[in-house]
């Protein structure tokens, strides 16, 4: 409600962007360490940020029918990428919409802070917990962790 419906830009103007830019900026992978707009002059490097579910879901837990609904999209934008890039999915429900993405089963692949997975197509899929202020909070997910799992993602 107050960060990607409301600008335009997934993780743009909410707690979850503050560690995610700042990370990228500090990787050399955005031109500023945080985005308050979609029009705000930021820019990524190598690094293309997209949502599994596109809208806001109630209490902002999707179904599986909204994830499920949203998945053509996923599927576009995969295919899209041109190279061999590596997917970072912040949070399970990303990761098993990633495994739905690629017509896996969802327990083909178990979730874990920085587990890596081969995809079918050679991708690699790294997973993260979610840079959410919840898990940033307690401590779940530091930046030292997130910046660690971050630069496994970026490596070829």
């Known amino acids: 409600m107050h960060g990607a419906n409301r600008t335009g830009r997934p993780f743009t103007g909410d707690a979850s962007g503050h560690l995610l830019y700042q990370t990228l900026f500090d990787l050399g992978l955005a031109s500023a360490p ?10 990524l490097f190598g690094v293309r940020i997209t949502n599994a579910v596109k809208c806001l879901p109630p209490q902002n837990a999707p179904t599986t029918t909204e994830i499920k609904n949203c998945l053509p999209y996923l599927n576009e934008e995969i295919n899209n ?7 970072l999915a912040l949070g399970k429900l ?3 919409a990633i495994q ?3 017509g ?4 083909a692949l178990k979730f874990a802070h ?3 997975h081969l995809l079918p197509d050679g991708r690699k899929l790294i997973d993260s917990y979610h840079c959410s202020r919840y898990n940033t909070q307690t401590k779940r997910l530091t930046a030292e ?4 799992v971050v630069e496994q993602a970026i490596q070829q």
């Open 34 to 43: 945080e985005s308050n707009a979609a029009d705000d002059g930021l820019e």
């Open 81 to 87: 990428l041109s190279g061999n890039y590596n997917i």
């Open 94 to 96: 990303a990761h098993d």
């Open 100 to 102: 739905r993405a690629y």
């Open 104 to 107: 896996l089963k969802l327990s």
């Open 114 to 116: 920085a587990a890596e």
């Open 145 to 148: 962790m997130f910046r660690s």
